[in-house]
Every structure is written in structure tokens, then in C-alpha cells.
């Protein structure tokens, strides 16, 4: 199996994380005990997650197995896989944005040093997998192109034509 490391999407995650950090650092006076602002992350997290599983399900409909062989699937197959362990990966940093946010409000009258780290860590989480989501609609875009293409492909081969680049 051969291994392709993608420079680009490192640099874009680096990135994210740079900024997540200093975003975690910077703002937290900023989101304590600002209960808008605390509104507004699980908010924009929730509709995240409910657009990512739309997505998810999108990405993983058996109807965008290129039409033919069993072969022709079975190497699609991979492709699709990695697209939807990203999305996993993208949406437990949603919900782990939520649920750092949830301890952060249960525990605000208990222990300030705790809910301190709490508020960075959901800011954290949440600038990191906010960067990573503006990746989403090219992403969604990139499927129904293949699927396009794909059924565009099907319909050259049914009709024995060949591509203009052939």
C-alpha cells in the first residue's frame, strides 16, 4: 500500500492549530462568563454537526460507486472510506467542542481554575475545527462532481464514445 502525504492538508491543519492555540489563550477572557458567546459556540456546533451528518451520509451512499466491475468499486471504495474517517474525526471535534462547553457551565460555580482550562479547551476544539470546516463545501462540491462525472462516464461507455481526450 502506497502512502501519499498530502503537504497541503498538514500546512491547513498546522495552521488551524496555531490558531486554535492562540485563540484559546487570547479569548478566554473574553467567553468567561459571556453566556452569548457560549450560546453561539454550541450553536454554530450543533447546526456543524447536523450539516456534517448530511455529508457523511451524502459521501457514503452506495450510489456513488462508479457504475461497472466489482473492481471499479472496490477502488473507489478506499477513497470514499478516507473522506468519511475525516468527517468521524471533524465531527467528534464538534462534539468534543459541546461537551467542554457543557463541563465548562456544570462546573463554573465549583472550581474557576478548572472551568479556566475548560474555556480554553472548548475554544481550542472549536477554532480548530472550525478552520478544518471551511473545507466542507469544496469537499461537498468535490462529491456531486464525481458523481456527475461518473454518471457522464457511464453514459459515453453505454454509447461507445470516447472522451475528447482520448
Avoid at 464538534?94 to 457551565?105: H, K, P
Amino acid at each position: 500500500m502506497k502512502v501519499l502525504i498530502d503537504f497541503s492538508k498538514i500546512r491547513v491543519g498546522l495552521f488551524a492549530a496555531i490558531l486554535a492555540v492562540l485563540a484559546s489563550y487570547l479569548g478566554q477572557p473574553l467567553v468567561h462568563g459571556n453566556e452569548q458567546a457560549i450560546n453561539i459556540v454550541v450553536t454554530v456546533f450543533s447546526v456543524l454537526a447536523g450539516f456534517l451528518v448530511a455529508i457523511i451520509a451524502i459521501v457514503g451512499d452506495p450510489v456513488l460507486l462508479p457504475p461497472g466491475t466489482w473492481r471499479a468499486a472496490e477502488l473507489e471504495r478506499d477513497k470514499i472510506n478516507r473522506r468519511l474517517i475525516r468527517h468521524k474525526w471533524l465531527f467528534s471535534l464538534y462534539l468534543i467542542t459541546i461537551g467542554l462547553v457543557f463541563f465548562a457551565i456544570l462546573l463554573k460555580d465549583k472550581d474557576p481554575q478548572i472551568v479556566l482550562w475548560l474555556e480554553r479547551g472548548f475554544l481550542f476544539f472549536g477554532v480548530f475545527a472550525f478552520v478544518l470546516s471551511l473545507a466542507l463545501p469544496g469537499s461537498l462540491m468535490k462529491v456531486q462532481r464525481e458523481r456527475i462525472d461518473a454518471v457522464i462516464e457511464h453514459r459515453r461507455n453505454q454509447n461507445n464514445i470516447r472522451n475528447a481526450g482520448e
